[in-house]
RNA sequence: GUGAGUGUAGCUCAGGCGGAUAGAGCACUGGGUUGUGGCCCCAGUGGUCGAGGGUUCGAGUCCCUUCACUCACCCCA
């Protein structure tokens, strides 16, 4: 039996790599512009850290986690977000000794174990940004802003950014039990998993789908009607930074969070064009997370892209794959040899040369040269080679041109670097 | 974890109510042009019909099991 990569885990191959690769480059120059720094974490922690950062109750931590024992009987898991991980460092190397504000990033793949689906896989890709040890709001202004600015650079405009504030660890759980109280006297209307979710978590009522749940629930009390002073006024404040910024959003007071740890200020950015899985990106600020895993007390806000569903819509018609500079034709068994010699001597200079190794026939290689879309040819034909000469033609517009062997290799490092 | 749909060549798909060597287009390789790409023409390579079992004289086709993929629920980025 033929093996097969694992279920919900991908391989990304040559022809869309262009585009991952663009998204991570774009990310690093945003990113490191707004005065970020790359950060690389472990690819496993240990298994308490996201017991505790996420919240045992979670769906993450309940049923989704790559958990194992290894040899030396710690449970360890694969990470499923990348942010308690960060916080992990930014404690353990005392990272606020040299400047009580850290703003970090990192790039790379997370693990959750679901039923895989459009925009959902077992291993997906992340792009994470945080900022520790600030509680100001102009920090969730500005996260969000350059959240925004990436995602117009990297060229998506049809987006939808969403806000809200999800209370703290004071003002939430007294809305929690306005709510639960509210809708235990309409729980004859609540579907099956919902009649479940008021006792779980009540909050997530919000998201159900069921026409008699959405009327039950329309006009329950909602958090913003329930947060203390302090976080009403931080939420106010980062409308109005917003604002300041120019930046255009919609206050879904029904946006609620998946891990316990967020508090306060909460946002997505959703596209209708991604079907059921519709969140590129979600984040928010979370005071509670680096005391919750056993450290001082330090705010935090951050995001996290979903980088298939980010790559899912980018622009069909853009070209991200590289095609030869040249694809040097060589026919005979002589010449042959000068093209392996000529190619090694490009690649050196940075040109992407390609040549055909199985010495076929002329018209078999200028096929390949036209299928791999090699900008220009050179042909090194026996009889020009014994003169000392070679043709050089250019695939787009079919110009041939003879040059001298000679000084090759500056000619043709003019002609296409230079191009 | 639940539900629905789909698995035939590298890709997209035909294969009537079970019948003899399983097809097409695209792609790939070679040739038509002894040294010049795309278009055209000709030829060729490529399949345990997802896997296992069953019914039958006979299974790509019918039945069961299983696996995978897709979408949705759920959940989230």
Known sequence: MEIKAIRGFNDILPDEIGKWQFVEKTAR?????????????????????????????????????YSFIDKSGNSLTLRPEATASMARAYLEHKLYTFDPVAKLYCIGPMFRYERPQKGRYRQFYQIDAEVFGVGNPMVD???ILMLIHFLKRVGLEKLEL?????????????????????????SFRLCEDCQR????????IFDCKVQTCQEAIADAPKVIDFICDECDVHFNR?????????????????????????????????????????????GGRYDNLFQEIGGLDVPGIGFAI????????????????????????????????????????????????????????LKSQMRRADKLKARYVL???EEELEKGRVVLRNMEDKSQEELSMDNILDILKNKILRG
């Open 379 to 381: 042909i090194l034909g």
């Open 141 to 143: 202004a500005e996260v």
């Open 29 to 65: 120059e945003v990113f490191e512009g707004f005065g970020f720094s790359e950060i690389r974490i472990p690819i496993a922690e240990r298994t308490e850290l996201f017991s505790r950062g996420i919240g045992e109750a979670t769906d993450i931590v309940e049923k989704e986690m």
């Open 162 to 186: 969403q806000i809200n504030s999800l209370g703290c660890r004071d003002c939430r759980p007294r809305y929690r039990d306005g709510l639960k109280t509210y809708l235990t006297e309409k």
């Open 197 to 204: 979710r008021l006792q779980a978590n009540p909050l997530r």
């Open 238 to 282: 980062v409308k109005e930074y917003l604002g300041m910024a120019g930046l255009d959003y919609i206050l879904n007071p029904r946006m609620v969070r998946g891990l316990d740890y967020y508090t306060r200020t909460a946002f997505e950015v959703v596209s209708y064009d991604l079907g059921s899985q519709n969140a590129v990106t979600g």
């Open 306 to 361: 979903g980088m298939e569903r980010l790559i899912s819509l980018l622009p069909k018609d853009k070209e991200f794959i590289r095609h030869p500079d040249l694809f040097i034709a060589a026919p005979g068994k002589e010449t042959h040899k000068e093209a392996y010699r000529l190619a090694n001597q490009l690649h050196v200079e940075g040109i992407r040369a390609e040549f055909d190794y199985e010495g076929k026939s």
